[in-house]
């Protein structure tokens, strides 16, 4: 379980910093006799809300087992640190007031138990700039999934009872953002990863955490059988592809995440990042994956993000696992934001 100090440092790298929109003119005292509330406005800690539009000009409450973007932990006042004239907070200080926050509303909300390197972001819904000129200062704290570059991805039941490994579905392609890995985009673009499968360690090995060298004894097998079922028996290495797969830490094991992912990429050109490739690896005369929910193809944009990226150079330099090698003991340069990738 992470105490709210340590979870807190974890979690400022990870924080999201969504504003909302003015829903109805009666808002901001307009003449409208019947004022559309915003739904942002009335939600409470457990309420699920989605929006499609990048100004969040159409956000609303929606039942937590359908698809949406933000799961309220609970909602706080912060008028006693900022007066009614006090400035708009830049994006340090929505950090800042992220970590002092909505840490701890939300790790009380899951209980205490929060995967740092799973699949969910912490951060506030606050006022846009100029609800704050107009005295707002109440936030909501919630629950976002998001890509390795800060992508929203929608999330399907409340993240109270989910895994949160940080885990994709077979068929999702993971994108480049600069030398890194990026969200989810079609598998005909460039892409760092294609995914082929997911290994429930605790079911492979056993309920008690197994070191990383543990997992490098049977993950290696697996994937490589998932990947040649997903290929259809492809020579990966004549396209320059290997398999590879991630593993997990003590703190994401603690937290209930058990669940990796075993995946396609390119090899490396350089030691300066990761390779990527176009076309999916796919045989084309398999049957149609199927998943619970939607496939995680698509990363939702926003138009005034009022931060950093989700995922920043503080947090990936600090929190991230090192990144580790492969079994010819060569350095590998495969570390995501929440796993170690080695490759076979």
Aim: hydrophobic share 35%; charged share 15%; glycine share 10%.
């Amino acid at each position: 379980m992470i105490g709210a100090s340590v979870g807190g440092f974890l979690l400022l790298g990870l924080s999201a910093f969504t504003s909302w929109p003015v829903s109805g003119s009666g808002l901001l005292g307009g003449e409208a006799a019947k004022p559309t509330v915003n739904p942002a406005y009335e939600s409470e800690a457990a309420d699920c809300l989605n929006w499609a539009k990048p100004d969040l000009s159409d956000v609303k409450k929606v039942d937590c087992g359908n698809q949406h973007l933000f799961e309220v932990t609970g909602k706080v006042d912060i008028s006693a640190q900022y007066a009614k004239e006090a400035k708009y907070p830049a994006a340090a200080d929505w950090a800042k007031i992220s970590l002092d926050h909505c840490t701890k509303p939300s790790l009380d909300y899951l209980a205490g138990k929060f995967d740092p390197f799973g699949k969910y972001a912490v951060g506030p819904l606050n006022p846009g700039e100029q609800e704050w000129n107009a005295g707002f200062r109440t936030l909501r704290c919630g629950l976002q999934v998001v890509g390795p570059a800060g992508g929203l991805l929608p999330s399907f039941g409340t993240a109270k009872k989910q895994d949160q490994s940080d885990v994709y579905d077979p068929g999702v392609c993971l994108g480049l953002n600069g030398k890194s890995v990026g969200d989810p985009v079609d598998c005909a673009q460039p892409h760092t990863f294609e995914i082929v499968g997911v290994v429930d360690l605790a079911a492979a090995i056993g309920p008690d955490f197994p070191a990383p060298e543990k997992q490098d004894e049977v993950l290696p097998a697996t994937c490589d059988t998932m990947a040649a079922d997903y290929s259809g028996g492809a020579d990966l290495k004549g396209k320059g592809l290997v398999v590879t797969w991630d593993n997990r830490l003590p703190e994401s094991w603690t937290a209930g995440s058990h669940k990796v992912n075993c995946k396609i990429g390119a090899v490396p050109a350089d030691a300066s990042g990761l390779t990527a490739f176009a076309g999916s690896v796919r045989n084309p005369n398999a049957p149609p994956l199927t998943t619970s929910n939607p496939p995680q193809t698509t990363a939702v944009s926003q138009a005034e993000a009022t931060g950093a990226p989700l995922h920043s150079e503080v947090q990936s330099g600090s929190n991230a696992p090192s990144s580790s090698q492969n079994p010819s003991g060569s350095a590998t340069n495969t570390t995501t934001q929440t796993s170690t990738t080695k490759t076979s």
